[in-house]
């Protein structure tokens, strides 16, 4: 794994000449006159201290073109055991132990793997090379708040920067009432008495209540919910290793009896190679759905403590989180279940709820093995809800990045006395109110639709973020600046980011494949799987036309503001002693 740079001192980082001699000096007095002008204005504390950085950047102000310094006022509270399951947090929900049963019926246990296989190894090449919100090589250069968004506009173009940030902030947003949603089916599993409305708001009062007090609140629920998921998915592991060899009550070593019979792999809407290609293709699409994790770390690095020591240390043990829970969980679904269970596939076309359709469940019912179902649905719905935290974080911070950098009214940059920009919650929330379509509509209906718009975006997501990352590396080559001199250095660049960049793009277009096929023509799923890819262009030329703005060339990139802050930080950070 790639590994901080030995030589680079993350309490007082030497930064290259040609940064050095650019920057502006900011004295200690006018450092601290900015922070109480500030505290003056938005009523949001900025005491600078080991746990609060006041973090300075450039932003234009919407009403008009001259520029005014931006302060991220977010306080630094999120610890290392904090950092370490965000990721996790907003990675593991009910797409991985619920949803994936209807990829494994299109595609089969063979190209369920292949796919979740590929899918993370293109995953971890961004990781390591390609985002500034993804990698550590970028974020630990400059930790801030919704780093991928502001450096968008910062490395590329002001516009690329707002469509990007326009597009994750839908992503994230369209994620919570999903996981709300999930929630629902997860609880109905054991009883149906329990209004839909009711739980929903139930939810949401969790989520504000755990959101909107404290960002100790939110890192501390994460910690333990997604430490939840890590014993569900090594729990499920253990299970299939001991069922598959006879410990069942049954006494059936059945091992991977399912591989071979109905096989590996399935037909999909065709017969043959075809049927077996497109299905293989649904897996492929489920994987990149289901996949992401480092963008969620990185979006806590403007509230991490110690970022450029913390952040590097959690990016490296992504790969291995990764393959554990993704790859293994897929392949412990294909030795449970075979594709064409009829239990699995009733449970889908009729919508039935939570763990009823999860391949675990149906596979220990099978078994004779009681008791355990109502476990696994227990933490599946922790799993559902802690996802679904993460998300109104993640879509928080991003529309708050978009503020302070001037491309969302100035009125979300506030913050409460906590340092929560309170009133981008709020839009979160508001946006959550989706959740009620399932009153009226089948609430895998609703899950569906959710599933399309949120896979394209995220796919658009993933090119921005390489596409950036291209823009960067080139700008520290034009500027001077060695590699060698970053907290953090990724691998074999740059040609894993262009591997990267391709193949997502690729799979953007590729999603909504199933509405071309031959008297499968739908509207709403149309529109689901493509709205984002014709929103994020229409985003890019609007803002380009209104504002004017240019491609920056490698030599015009911005690579110093906010650097100083950084390291003053890093200057007076003071570890807290265990307790």
């Known amino acids: 794994m790639s590994k901080p740079n030995p030589d680079t001192s993350f309490h007082q980082t030497s930064l290259p000449t040609a940064i050095s001699n650019d ?3 900011h004295s200690t007095d006018d450092f601290d006159l900015a922070t109480a002008n500030l505290t003056k204005r938005n009523g949001c504390p900025t005491t600078y201290s080991e746990k609060t950085t006041v973090i300075e950047d450039s932003e234009e102000s919407i009403g008009g073109a001259s520029s005014k310094p931006t302060y991220d006022h977010t306080q630094r509270k999120l610890k290392p055991r904090h950092i370490q399951l965000i990721g996790i947090g907003g990675t593991i929900g009910t797409a991985l132990y619920v949803q994936i049963g209807k990829s494994l019926i299109k595609g089969g246990p063979g190209s369920l793997f292949l796919a979740f296989s590929i899918c993370n190894a293109a995953c971890n090449l961004r990781s390591r090379s390609s985002s500034p919100l993804r990698l550590a090589e970028m974020v630990t250069y400059l ?3 919704s780093p991928f968004i502001r450096f968008a506009g910062r490395y590329v173009d002001e516009a690329f920067g707002v469509a990007a940030g326009y597009n994750f902030f839908i992503f994230e947003a369209a994620l919570v009432p999903f996981e709300i949603t999930a929630c629902n089916m997860i609880i109905n599993y054991w009883s149906d008495v329990i209004p839909v409305s009711g739980i929903i708001v139930i939810v949401l009062v969790l989520y504000i209540l755990l959101n909107v007090f404290a960002v100790q609140w939110y890192g501390e629920s994460e910690f333990w919910l997604a430490l939840s998921k890590v014993l569900l998915s090594i729990g499920l592991i253990i299970f299939t290793f001991i069922v598959m060899l006879g410990g069942n009550p049954k006494g059936d070593r059945f091992g ?4 071979n ?5 399935a037909e999909y809407y065709e017969t043959g190679d075809l049927g077996r290609w497109l299905g293989f293709l649904a897996c492929l699409i489920q994987a990149s759905f289901t996949i992401a994790g480092p963008d969620y770390v990185s979006m806590a690095a403007g509230e991490a403590v110690n970022p450029r020591a913390v952040l590097p240390r959690t990016y490296n043990g992504i790969f291995y989180r990764l393959t554990a829970f993704f790859v293994l969980g897929v392949l412990c679904i294909g030795i449970l279940v075979p594709h064409n269970d009829p239990t699995m596939a009733e449970a889908f076309a009729k919508g039935l709820p ?3 359709a999860s391949p675990y469940v149906i596979a220990m019912d099978r078994l004779g093995i009681p008791i355990l179902p109502h476990i696994v649905n227990a933490m599946i719905l922790l799993a559902a ?3 679904g935290n993460s998300y109104v974080y993640c879509a928080s911070r991003s529309l708050y990045g978009l503020a302070l950098d001037g491309k969302a009214p100035r009125l979300f ?8 920009p309170i009133y981008c919650v709020s839009v979160v929330m ?3 109110l989706l959740a009620f379509l399932q009153v009226s509509n089948s609430a895998s209906v609703v899950l569906d639709w959710f599933v399309n718009l949120v896979t394209a975006s995220q796919l658009i997501n993933f090119s921005v973020i390489t596409f950036t990352y291209t823009r960067f590396r080139k700008a520290i080559i034009a500027q001077g600046i060695p590699r060698e001199s970053l907290p953090y250095q990724s691998w074999w660049q740059p040609y894993t980011a262009y591997i990267a960049l391709v193949s997502t793009t690729v799979m953007a277009f590729v999603g909504g494949y199933t509405v071309f096929l031959p008297g499968n023509w739908d509207i709403p799923t149309f529109l689901f799987s493509y709205t984002m890819i014709g929103v994020f262009p229409v985003l890019y030329c609007a803002w380009k036309f209104v504002r004017r703005t240019k491609t920056k060339k490698p030599e015009e990139v911005d690579l110093v503001t906010g650097l100083d802050e950084i390291e003053e930080y890093e200057r007076n950070y003071i570890p807290e002693k265990p307790r």
């Open 23 to 25: 920057r502006s000096p």
């Open 143 to 145: 930790p801030i708040s």
């Open 256 to 259: 991977f009896r399912y591989w």
């Open 261 to 265: 019979e109905p096989g590996a792999f």
């Open 354 to 356: 939570g763990a009823a």
């Open 385 to 387: 809800f802690s996802a």
């Open 413 to 420: 940059t506030k913050c409460t006395k906590r340092g929560v």
């Open 430 to 432: 508001l946006i959550a």
